[in-house]
């Protein structure tokens, strides 16, 4: 028997339970940690970690350490995993917020590709907030055909309002924010590394992230 065909036997099992496949939907449009999501869940720890276990061996959630908290992972889909398998819940708002910790890189480029692929309004804010824009970010929209020329820094204060959908697309953001509700997508910092690549990989995953949410996302007068 093909190794193809034992893998999608492996997925296929993994998600023939009703915990796993809650795991699963809760990943389709955000990631989070353990905690988090096994409270929400209403699992004890024991029987989460005994579900993450057969999603990671299928290949269908991965683990990674905070950027803030080092004592905390993430858990992420893995979305080539499920190709068309994964719900597109639907939500009504108004506009969707993306924040990240300096507004400088990943939550500029979240609203631009946002801009250019839903009609839904989009914005973006920091929770502490640089003085401008990083320029490799200027380079890499630039490059996928986006304008950020017009993007200025902003807090969080002076921009998020309580109907907002708030995505953090920053560990140390997530971190910060509190009970206030949101989505966390856990994207490297491409500031850290510096390099043409690490804003490349950063892109590609805001973009294929972007991808599953715009057709779960509509205004309130669509």
Not at 50 to 78: N, P
Not at 97 to 123: D, G, I
Not at 128 to 149: C, E
Request: some cysteine; charged content about 25%.
């Amino acid at each position: 028997m093909n190794a193809d065909l034992i893998g999608r036997a492996r997925v296929h099992s993994a998600l023939g339970d009703p915990a796993r496949l809650a795991i699963v939907d809760w990943l389709a449009l955000g990631d989070a940690s353990p905690g988090e999501m096994g409270g929400a869940l209403g699992l004890p720890t024991n029987l989460f970690a005994h579900h993450v276990k057969i999603l990671q061996e299928a290949g269908v959630v991965e683990r990674r350490r905070s950027e803030g908290d080092r004592r905390r992972t993430y858990l992420r889909l893995v979305t080539e995993a499920l190709d068309d398998l994964m719900p597109a819940p639907l939500r009504r708002v108004p506009r969707v917020v993306f924040v990240c910790t300096h507004n400088s890189a990943r939550s500029q480029l979240a609203a631009a590709l946002w801009r250019q692929r839903s009609t839904v309004p989009t914005a973006s804010a920091g929770t502490s907030p640089a003085k401008r824009i990083n320029p490799r970010a200027f380079d890499v929209a630039r490059r996928h055909g986006l304008d950020l020329d017009q993007a200025r820094t902003s807090h969080l204060d002076e921009v998020v309002r309580p109907d907002d959908l708030v995505i953090a697309v920053c560990d140390p953001a997530h971190e910060q924010l509190g009970d206030r509700e949101r989505l966390h997508w856990s994207i490297a910092d491409p500031v850290r590394v510096g390099t043409q690549d690490a804003f490349e990989t950063a892109f590609t995953d805001i973009a294929r992230r972007i991808d599953r949410l715009v057709p779960a996302v509509q205004s309130p007068q669509e």
